[in-house]
């Protein structure tokens, strides 16, 4: 039997954990300048974000 509970709380961790990660390489980037382009998605990211905020 699935618990819905539990699906929805690992569901709601996840989110939490993506959004923190996304913010995490955002303020990376904002830091350390000489970072970007060597990682493609994760200016990406970023500019993204940035667009959205």
Known sequence: MVDEKKIEMEMERRRFLA???VGDVVSLLERRQELRGIY???DLVAENVGWVV
Do not use: I, V
Request: charged letters at 35%; glycine letters at 0%; zero cysteines.
């Open 19 to 21: 959004d923190r990660n």
């Open 40 to 42: 493609p998605a994760a």
